[in-house]
Every structure is written in structure tokens, then in C-alpha cells.
């Protein structure tokens, strides 16, 4: 039955993405220790890296803050299952976290109840992005508080915007210092509101793979640039300071209203937790 398996594969993804930071993060961890030139970070990457090789050779999460549930959805317009999709999903979470197990992060924002699944109103966050084709895909991203926390967005006049956005980008990074523990994935959101500009920061910080860059020339450069200009504040591994404070920095855009011009800077910390899979209507799947 098509729901099983969405249900075995969901589940595999969860833990996973629970268990360690993607692949590209982890690679990008190992080439930050080689180019760090502060005896103290070196020390703090080590321990990191140790982390994850504990975590993954125990299955045991990688980090005690397992994060919020995020999925972010590719829905082939031809797939048999649409409306039991985030029953389903939802109940790969609920069933990783009493499993793995994972600690119960969801709570209501007035009672402050916590159901000790990791589910409620909303809770997963799901996004869904509809396509011409039979499959479904999705990645699963548990995203941690302290990376919150520091994460803005703003609407400024467009007069002004584009030559203060760099200012206001490593305005955050400061201002953030050790709490979204870096090195971090910075990623910068523009659009037309606030609440778009988040969204595509948020995109951008954990579902582009570390050293990759926007297919645009000129966003590409000021994403090198950005990166460059953070790395020398001289923050480092868990603010210990050093010259990676940051592994990358991605930019995503939608077009804007004329009188709005919204930005939005969410970070993702050196856990960076994604994993993903493909399901095709026949049974057949296939892990991202």
C-alpha cells in the first residue's frame, strides 16, 4: 500500500536528518578545520566533528536541540496520494520522536502544554510546491532555536534597500555573535513583504547545498562577497573567535512591489539538518 511506504521512507528521513547535519555540511565542517588558523576554534570544529561521528555511528541525534519540523513538498500534479500526504508525514514524526528518540520540541505558544510528539496546529510546517509530473518529494528540515532566535526581517524604502542590505547583513551577524552557533549558513531573503522575504531566507539558509551559488552573476558575487566580509569579523567556532564564522552565504529573491522592498536574514547552525526522498506511485522510492 502507496501510504506505507510513504510512511517506511518518511520515517527513514527523519531519522537521518535527525542523526546528523547533511552531507555538504559536513564536508564543508571538515575543509573549515583545515583552513581555520585559531588553535582555540580548531579545538571547537574537532569537537564538533567528533559529535558527529559519535552520532552517527550511536544513530543517536546529533544535537540534544533536535529542532522544529519543517518538510518542504514537491507534489507531481499525477500522484495518487494529496490530502493524506501531511497525516502521513505527520505521523513519521510522531513516530521518530518516541523511537530514535527525539526530544519533544512543539509547545503551545499561550498553556505552554507540549503533546511530547513533536506535532500540534501547525506543527509540521509543511510547504508545498506543485509540478507537472507522477512523484512526490520531499526533504525534511529540523530546525533549531538558536538559530531563530537572531533571524530578521524588515521592509525598507527601495531608495535605500539594496546599498544597506549588506550593512544589515553583517549588522545581524554581530549582533547574533555565539547564539545560532556558528559557523552558520546565513541565508538573505528579499521580496515584497516580510513574511516572503523569511520564507525564501529561511529556504535559502537550509535547503542549498554549502558552496553552491545562485545562477544570477551578479547575486552570486554578493554572495561571495558577504561571505568574505563575515569571516573576517573575526566571531569563529562557537564565538571563540577565528576567521570561519560562517560556511556560506545564500541569497533568494521574489519580485517585489514597487514601494516595498522586505529582506529577510535567517541563519542555520553547523548542525544543519536535511535529508529527502523521492516516491514514485508504483512503491518504488529513492533517498536525495
Not at 2 to 7: F, K
Not at 50 to 59: D, F, G, T
Not at 226 to 234: E, S, T
Request: charged share 25%; hydrophobic share 40%.
Amino acid at each position: 500500500m502507496l501510504e506505507q511506504v510513504i510512511l517506511k521512507v518518511a520515517k527513514e528521513v527523519v531519522t537521518r536528518a535527525s542523526v546528523g547535519p547533511a552531507f555538504d555540511v559536513s564536508t564543508a565542517l571538515k575543509r573549515a578545520l583545515g583552513e581555520e588558523r585559531s588553535d582555540t576554534a580548531k579545538t571547537q570544529l574537532e569537537a564538533i566533528l567528533k559529535n558527529i561521528e559519535l552520532a552517527e555511528r550511536e544513530k543517536a541525534a546529533v544535537c540534544q536541540d533536535t529542532g522544529f519540523p519543517n518538510f518542504y513538498i514537491k507534489l507531481g500534479d499525477r500522484f495518487p496520494i494529496r490530502s493524506r500526504l501531511y497525516d502521513i508525514l505527520t505521523q513519521a514524526v510522531r513516530e521518530v520522536t518516541k523511537e530514535l528518540p527525539l526530544r519533544p520540541n512543539t509547545a503551545h505558544p499561550f498553556t505552554e502544554k507540549n503533546p511530547g510528539d513533536n506535532t500540534g496546529v501547525y506543527a509540521p510546517w509543511f510547504e508545498v510546491e506543485l509540478f507537472d509530473g507522477d512523484y512526490l518529494e520531499f526533504h525534511y528540515v529540523p530546525k533549531g532555536g538558536g538559530t531563530e532566535l537572531p533571524s530578521k526581517a524588515l521592509t525598507l524604502p527601495p531608495g535605500i534597500a539594496m546599498r544597506e542590505l549588506p550593512r544589515l547583513v553583517l549588522e545581524a551577524v554581530v549582533e547574533a555573535g555565539p547564539m545560532p552557533c556558528p559557523p552558520v549558513i546565513v541565508g538573505v531573503g528579499i521580496g515584497p513583504s516580510v513574511d516572503i522575504a523569511a520564507k525564501l531566507a529561511k529556504k535559502a539558509a537550509v535547503l542549498r547545498p554549502v558552496g553552491s551559488r545562485h545562477p544570477e552573476p551578479e547575486i552570486a558575487k554578493m554572495e561571495t562577497e558577504l561571505l568574505k566580509a563575515i569571516n573576517k569579523l573575526g566571531i569563529g567556532t562557537h564565538g571563540v573567535g577565528g576567521n570561519v564564522t560562517a560556511l556560506d552565504v545564500h541569497i533568494e529573491y521574489a519580485y517585489r512591489h514597487p514601494a516595498t522592498f522586505s529582506i529577510g536574514i535567517v541563519f542555520s547552525c553547523w548542525a544543519t539538518r536535511r535529508a529527502g526522498a523521492r516516491v514514485y506511485p508504483d512503491g518504488k522510492y529513492e533517498f536525495l
